[in-house]
């Protein structure tokens, strides 16, 4: 099975908060990051956590990360229809210089 | 400082043809990455170099794909006789460090390789 996993779809409100959640398996993760991909380009790093970090909040992102459960989420508050993209979570193993990604979450955040 | 700057954007190729992927990373970095990302599907490792020497290539199948990152230009991903399973976007990311320390990791905008 996939490391990472990701639902795939979440639809939002402009103005609502929306929460992206992601799974991962292996317990040796130093670093997980959340990447944001906008049709067509590139991935933009949004935010990352140590793990033995349990939250970070940097403005209307905040990073909740339940290392028993190997759970993360992402929620993104007062979403606007610009955080339309598909968003993926990613793992750094420890002694790896490579992330493994999720297959991305799309998220539509409609008027 | 111009970011990853990854050429052609998009590119076709035929069944038997070979494709060159060029990425030059940020002004300053040295650890270079590629990854594919197949339809619907996340970004799958391939290699990742340093200058002149491939540090891990366990993503990188093992006929017709190599990639390069000579001391001067940029880096090369080659891949012969292309398929239609070749069909992806290929992303470059680059960082001044290993990424293993936190360090982020720039993206390119990608190449759209088409085989047709």
């Known amino acids: 099975g996939e490391d990472v996993e990701q639902s795939l779809f979440l639809s939002v409100r402009e103005g609502d908060s929306s929460v992206i959640n992601c799974t991962y398996t292996?317990?040796?993760?130093?670093?997980l990051y959340w990447y944001k991909q906008e049709p067509g380009a590139g991935l933009q790093l949004l935010t990352y956590?140590?793990?033995?970090?349990d939250m970070k909040q940097d403005q209307r992102l905040t990073v909740l990360l339940n290392k028993k459960d190997k759970h993360l989420s992402l929620r993104i508050a007062d979403t606007q229809t610009g955080d339309s993209a598909i968003y993926f979570c990613?793992?750094?193993?420890?002694?790896?210089?490579?992330?493994?990604f999720g297959k991305g979450t799309m998220l539509l955040v409609s008027p | 400082n111009a970011g990853v700057m990854q050429n052609p954007r998009h590119l076709v190729r035929r069944r038997g043809q070979e494709a060159r992927l060029r990425c030059s990373p940020m002004?300053?970095?040295?650890?270079v990455y590629w990854y594919r990302q197949l339809p619907e599907e996340g970004l799958k490792f391939m290699v990742y170099?340093?200058?002149?020497?491939?540090?891990?290539e366990s993503g990188m199948p093992k006929e017709r794909f190599s990639a390069e990152f000579p001391k001067e230009g940029p880096s090369i991903l080659r891949i012969q006789q292309v398929v239609r399973g070749d069909s992806a976007a290929y992303f470059c990311?680059?960082?001044?460090?290993?990424?293993?320390?936190?360090?982020?990791?720039?993206f390119g905008q990608g190449t759209r390789l088409t085989v047709v």
């Open positions: 002004k300053g970095h040295s650890h």
């Open positions: 956590i140590f793990s033995n970090m």
């Open positions: 292996d317990s040796s993760s130093t670093y």
């Open positions: 990613a793992e750094n193993l420890s002694g790896y210089s490579t992330l493994t």
């Open positions: 990311a680059s960082s001044p460090g290993a990424t293993g320390e936190g360090t982020e990791a720039f």
């Open positions: 170099l340093q200058k002149e020497n491939i540090i891990d």
